[in-house]
């Protein structure tokens, strides 16, 4: 089984609003990503998570927040987010090794958000 | 420079041809890489994965790499509408210590015509 699950679907938030994405799989993976891809553009990495802890964050507006609470679980927190803040963001998990032939990222399906 | 060069395309092919993407890149850290296929409005779904120089073969695809040159392939034989996607190249290289970071080509949008 190389699923990685994610909801909502999709969402569409104010600027005011506090909403949070999840993401979960159970591959017993123990590196967890969030990505964020506009349309027509390859996804960007926005976090990295270890084994539960982060290890990599790419300068992201502290508007999002992430979290990992056990190992197959990932989640996103949003808050005053802006328009431009609105693209597909995709979860992903892959073995926490240097071996190097555990290198591969799964993906999961998205989140679409819209910011109005 | 960018690290990872790939043709965005658009590429249109009639059904049952055989289709070559490339990438490009200039990053010597670069130890893996990888295919992923996306179609419109999901998730990329991985296609090839490798880690040396040579041929990977999986059914109708063909991954290809070549380090001396900083090159790499996928070829698809016998194309078909379902593979109307887009395409995008991966490559990964060790990030703080114990993290493997990937970074993408643009992706190129491929269209198999019946």
């Known amino acids: 089984d190389t699923e990685v699950t994610q909801t909502p679907k999709h969402l569409v938030m104010g600027m005011t609003n506090k909403k949070s994405l999840k993401c979960e799989q159970h591959?017993?993976?123990?590196?967890m990503y969030w990505y964020k891809q506009k349309a027509k553009k390859p996804p960007e990495l926005m976090f990295v998570?270890?084994?539960?802890?982060?290890?990599i964050n790419e300068s992201v507006p502290s508007r999002f927040s992430p979290e990992c609470p056990n190992s197959s679980l990932l989640n996103l927190h949003l808050h005053a987010l802006q328009p431009e803040d609105s693209a597909l963001y995709l979860c992903a998990s892959s073995q926490a090794s240097r071996d190097r032939t555990l290198q591969k990222q799964f993906f999961g399906p998205g989140t679409r958000l819209t910011v109005l | 420079q960018k690290e990872v060069e790939q043709d965005p395309g658009p590429l249109s092919v009639p059904e049952g041809a055989i289709v070559s993407l490339n990438c490009t890149y200039s990053?010597?850290?670069?130890?893996?890489f990888m295919w992923y296929r996306q179609y419109s409005r999901k998730g990329p779904e991985l296609l090839m994965y490798?880690?040396?120089?040579g041929n990977k073969e999986d059914g109708r695809f063909t991954a290809q790499v070549d380090k001396s040159s900083k090159y790499i392939s996928l070829f698809i034989r016998d194309s078909q509408p379902s593979d109307s996607a887009t395409y995008l190249c991966?490559?990964?290289?060790?990030?703080?210590?114990?993290?493997?970071?990937?970074?993408f080509g643009k992706g190129t949008l491929l269209t198999v015509n019946p």
């Open positions: 990053n010597s850290a670069f130890q893996y």
């Open positions: 998570y270890s084994y539960e802890k982060l290890s």
């Open positions: 991966a490559m990964s290289a060790l990030s703080g210590g114990s993290n493997y970071k990937l970074t």
């Open positions: 591959m017993g993976h123990r590196a």
């Open positions: 490798t880690y040396s120089s």
